[in-house]
């Protein structure tokens, strides 16, 4: 019988039970879950619209007004205008925990369903190195996994920056290559820095599969007159 099912027959003091002392323990990777604990998450059962996870974990924390900053601002801004399938979640990872993605306005664990979609458009370079696992699960549930691209410049030009900002780059880069799907680079050039990159890499380092695309950034100058 599978999890869901036991979970539904247990009367309504055990269920209370299992939702604080035993998720907690799966959720933490203390015990080794049969099933995702995102099941357990009852208030959403019902199908609902499939989310776009915009992932924008530094500029929810911070907005220092970098160039990068600046293009996710302007991005998510225009996915929100579009008439899409998927619903635009603005989402972050937390900076101390690698248990997944929070909605960016309640504040809730996201509970991610078959048919979500992840797209990395924050430069998150240590949150997402934290969550790898638990992203490495969610593409296991048919839930892709983009990544917006700016540069790899910690990667083919390390000398000109700062140590800590290469270490981190380089520990999501290689956790994050084998199981992404797409890579979108902000330009073609980025595009094709990358994929020469790959070519020196063991074909085990990265997912062969992966599809990538470009985006060319604009200015809008009557917003920023």
């Not at 915009?54 to 911070?62: A, G």
């Not at 094709?192 to 063991?202: F, G, Q």
């Not at 060319?216 to 917003?223: P, T, V």
Request: glycine residues 4%; charged residues 20%; proline residues 5%.
């Amino acid at each position: 019988m599978a999890l869901t099912q036991i979970y539904e027959n247990l009367p309504p003091y055990l269920k209370k039970w299992v939702k604080k002392i035993i998720l907690p323990l799966f959720k933490w990777g203390i015990v080794k879950p049969l099933e995702s604990w995102h099941i357990f998450n009852i208030k959403e059962k019902r199908k609902r619209r499939p989310f776009l996870l915009v992932d924008i974990s530094i500029l929810h924390k911070v907005n220092s007004g970098t160039g990068i900053q600046r293009v996710v601002q302007q991005v998510l801004e225009n996915l929100k205008t579009l008439n899409l399938t998927h619903q635009v979640r603005p989402c972050y990872f937390k900076w101390l925990w690698s248990n997944g993605l929070y909605d960016c306005q309640t504040h809730q664990a996201i509970h991610i369903q078959q048919g979500d979609i992840f797209l990395g458009l924050d430069l998150s370079t240590m949150q997402v190195y934290r969550n790898h696992l638990w992203l490495k699960k969610i593409r296991q549930m048919n839930v892709p996994l983009y990544f917006v691209f700016y540069d790899i410049f910690p990667l083919t030009h390390a000398h000109y920056v700062d140590n800590g900002i290469v270490d981190s780059f380089q520990k999501w880069f290689f956790k994050t290559l084998p199981i992404i799907d797409g890579i979108i680079s902000i330009s073609q050039t980025t595009e094709n820095e990358i994929k020469n990159y790959l070519k020196n890499l063991n074909p085990s380092q990265y997912n062969p599969n992966t599809q990538f695309n470009f985006i060319h950034l604009g200015a809008d100058f009557q917003k920023n007159k």
